[in-house]
Nanobody
């Protein structure tokens, strides 16, 4: 099983980036809930958002710091989850990870590291002038 993040890079404050998380050999992908985590320099890794395994209109959760700016979506046909990040701020600078957990229910959404089955290796997002 492999989770591969992409789409990170340098962005200016107020800019946008879209991260992708592609899962390989994670079957059936639609039964896994996906979380997005980030680790800023000198800080612990934190969950910032997640998407449930529901096939139709899946539940999503966001922390207050990104609510209204970040959007998570999934395309089960492509085994991919997206993190759309808008109005980026310097505080968003971090390594971003996606993580998969077998769903314990249709609405389950992983926001903590306990229970995570698989991790990606991360992609760096640097928000600066």
């Amino acid at each position: 099983v492999q989770l591969a993040e992409s789409g990170g890079g340098l962005a200016q404050p107020g800019g946008s980036l879209r991260l992708s998380c592609v899962a390989s050999d994670l079957t059936p992908f639609k039964r896994y809930a996906i979380g997005w985590f980030r680790q800023a320099p000198g800080k612990e890794r934190e969950g910032i958002g997640c998407i449930a395994a529901s096939e139709y209109n899946p539940n999503t959760i966001y922390i207050d710091a990104v609510k209204g700016r970040f959007t998570i979506s999934r395309d089960n046909g492509k085994n991919t989850v997206y993190l759309e990040m808008n109005n980026l701020k310097p505080d968003d600078t971090a390594v971003y990870y996606c993580a998969a957990e077998i769903a314990v229910g249709r609405e389950y959404c992983p926001m903590t590291e306990s229970g995570i089955d698989y991790w990606g290796i991360g992609t760096l997002v640097d928000v600066s002038l």
